[in-house]
Every structure is written in structure tokens, then in C-alpha cells.
């Protein structure tokens, strides 16, 4: 059973930065052919992707509203999969979910709250 578990939300002022973590197991395949992704959903808003990174971490891509602000990265020997985020803003409040991608198959981990507020 596959499980992702994010962790490293919080409460912070605007301009801050937090580092979320996405522990992960029970892939079916080896951890580093998965597209690992980090989605992030507002109050009253569909959820969008921020950031994505391939499997040997080669490539990423960032929505534009977090270019040059946040950082994905993956470590594959311990399956694990990072969102450094810095110069954080009000408008960066949300639920945060790590996502991992195979072909068609999509997992969901439960998400982290991050709230920038002064």
C-alpha cells in the first residue's frame, strides 16, 4: 500500500520560509522512475501544482507564481521528496499535498497546512 506522508506545514510570517517533507513507501516499483509532485489547494480554490521533478531529479517545473522562490528536491535512497520555500506570502496560504506519479496512476498524501500571516 502506498503511502505519502507530508509533514513541515505551519504557521509563518510573510517572508519566511519553510522546508515540507514527503516521506513515502509501498511503491510498487522502484521509487526514482516515479514524477514526484507538490500540489497545493486555497480555501474556496482547485487545487494546483507548484512544483514537479522527475525521477532521477534531472528536471523540475514550478508554477510561475513560485518561480525563483521555491525549491523541489528529492533524496531516492530515502524516498523522500522536499519543498523548500522561501520569501513566503499571504497568498502561498494553503493545504499542501505531496503527489506521486506513474503512467496513470496518481497517489495522494493527506497534506500539510501552511499559513503565511503576520
Known amino acids: 500500500q502506498v503511502q505519502l506522508v507530508e509533514s513541515g506545514g505551519g504557521l509563518v510570517q510573510p517572508g519566511g520560509s519553510l522546508r515540507l517533507s514527503c516521506a513515502t513507501s509501498g511503491f510498487t516499483f522502484t521509487f526514482n522512475i516515479y514524477v514526484m509532485n507538490w500540489y497545493r489547494q486555497a480555501p474556496g480554490l482547485e487545487r494546483e501544482l507548484v512544483a514537479s521533478?522527475?525521477?532521477?531529479?534531472?528536471?523540475?517545473n514550478y508554477a510561475d507564481s513560485v518561480k525563483g522562490r521555491f525549491t523541489i528536491s528529492r533524496d531516492n535512497a530515502k524516498k523522500m521528496v522536499y519543498l523548500q520555500m522561501n520569501s513566503l506570502k499571504p497568498e502561498d496560504t494553503a493545504v499542501y499535498y505531496c503527489?506521486?506519479?506513474?503512467?496513470?496512476?496518481?497517489?495522494w498524501g493527506q497534506g500539510t497546512q501552511v499559513t503565511v500571516s503576520s
Open positions: 503527489n506521486a506519479r506513474l503512467g496513470n496512476s496518481r497517489y
Open positions: 521533478i522527475t525521477g532521477g531529479g534531472g528536471s523540475t
